[in-house]
Structures are given as C-alpha cells and as structure tokens.
Nanobody, 114 residues
Framework: VQLQASGGGLVQAGGSLRLSCVAS????????MAWYRQAPGKQRELVAS???????TYVDSVKDRFTISRDNAGPTVDLQMNSLKPEDTGVYYC?????????WGQGTQVTVSS
C-alpha cells in the first residue's frame, strides 16, 4: 500500500486548509484510515480517524474544527481543517490499516502563523 498526501501549506490563524491522501497498490483490505501530526519537538499524535463504515473520531483539540472524510472507491481520506490555530502547526501524515499492518504517507507540512 502506498499513500500520497497533499494539501499542506502556510495559512494565517483562523484560516482553512484541506489535506488529501490517496492510497494505491494493494488497496483491497484497507480498513481504518487516519491523519496524524507531529509538531516540532513533540511525538506524533493521532488527529482523526475514520473506519471503513465512516465512523470518525477526533482528538479533543480539533473537535468542531476538523472534519475527516473518506471515499472507499479511491480509497482516499481527506481532512478539512477550519479555524486553524498556531498550535496546529506540524507535519501531517496519513495512515492506513491494511489487514492489521499500518502504512504511512510521506507527510505534508502545515504551518499556521499567528
């Protein structure tokens, strides 16, 4: 499974960005998909995840601001990020669970200026 992420960039606080991630290769068998982020000097954290059936979960700090969605036909997983804050800055990684194994995308930088 290969994951290709896109959509990062520089935005002012209060702005919006949309991240997209497309899976290729052995895509049959992909179950949960997710977005993680890693801020400078911090550990990678789970931001949002979504099951094959479309059930989503979020870390508390992004609830009501971020929305994760997926298209199982791709499969693709998107992360709509609104009302961005400087503390949302980091490298964002998409992740896919394939038959119990985890696969990572290459990461895309999100920088939110104050």
């Amino acid at each position: 499974v290969q994951l290709q992420a896109s959509g990062g960039g520089l935005v002012q606080a209060g702005g919006s960005l949309r991240l997209s991630c497309v899976a290729s290769g052995s895509i049959f068998g992909i179950n949960d998909m997710a977005w993680y982020r890693q801020a400078p000097g911090k550990q990678r954290e789970l931001v949002a995840s979504i099951t094959f059936a479309g059930i989503s979960t979020y870390v508390d700090s992004v609830k009501d601001r971020f929305t994760i969605s997926r298209d199982n036909a791709g499969p693709t997983v998107d992360l709509q990020m609104n009302s961005l804050k400087p503390e949302d800055t980091g490298v964002y990684y998409c992740h896919a669970d394939w038959l119990g194994d985890g696969f990572w995308g290459q990461g895309t930088q999100v920088t939110v200026s104050s």
